[in-house]
Every structure is written in C-alpha cells, then in structure tokens.
C-alpha cells in the first residue's frame, strides 16, 4: 500500500506511459541501460512490463524485438519528454535515416501522457498506432487491463483482443533492474 505522501505526489505529477524496444546489441543489456536513464532524465518509474519478444512490425529483419512498457511521473511536459526520450535513443546508437522502419538499438515511444490528445508537427499522442500493436497492448493489459485509451474509450484488454496484428509475440520474462 502506497503512503499518502507517495500519493499525493505522483497525483501533482504527470502520468505517462512509454513503449521502450529495439532489435539490434545486446537487447536485454539495453532495455535496463533505457530505463535507467528514463527514471534518472524523465521521471519516476512506477511499474515495468514483462519482456516481449515480438517480430519486427512494418519491415522484415532477422532479429525480434524485445518491448516493454513503463509507467512513470514526471515533471516535465510532452515535449521535454519527447526531447529527453530522443536523446536517450541518439546516445544508445538509435540513427533515424528517414527511410522507413529498420533495425535499432532503441526505439522509446511516448504512448499515452495523462488523458491527453495531442497533435502537433512533432509529437502525437497517444501514440497513433497503439491499436495496431501487440507488441504494446499485451504489456499495457498486463498492467493494465482496464486502462481506458483517451480517445476511442476502449480498454487495453478490449483493443489488444480486436488487434489484427498477426506478428509473433510471446512473453519472456521480466527486467532485472540493477
């Protein structure tokens, strides 16, 4: 059970989830080196996902991905987050050529920032393919089954069983934090 006082601060903080995954390096080694910076760079981590392993979604690689997905609190606004979440991929090798979905080291995506509907040349949120993607659903169900997505009402659970995404994806374990 939660203190009052641990409450009463996540409840002044923003609440935002993150999808985190990459195919590329030692994938397990650089899900724990991202959420060390997320908690220290963007804000309090509240809970993380097991580990999925899921094909690659939108282009053919030989390497799965493995994804999570973080709850935490923060200060800072979606921008901010954006920023430092960019950051964190460019200084854990994350290249964007421009050219479509590839191989990565990281890839950190801003899911859902509170209830908030956000839409502008730089960022959108939630995340606007969330429904498509098991790989995100099936960690946001186990988290959370009945979080309602902001703009179609829906729960995590209703959505991750009307997803049509057909890619490979099993649970693997969960993050050892160290």
Known sequence: MESTSATTAQNSKNRVFLGIGGNLGNRIANLQQAVRLIDNRIGQLSRVSSIYLSEPWGFSHKKYFTNIVVELYTLQNPEEVLSNAQTIEYEMKRRRTGQGYQGRTMDIDILFYN??????????VPHP?????????????EMYPNFRHPQNGQTMQELAKLCTDDSKIKKVGSLTLI
């Open 115 to 124: 209830d908030s509907i956000i839409d502008t040349d730089n960022l959108i």
């Open 129 to 141: 393919r969330i429904c498509q993607r098991l790989f995100v659903l099936l960690p946001m169900s």
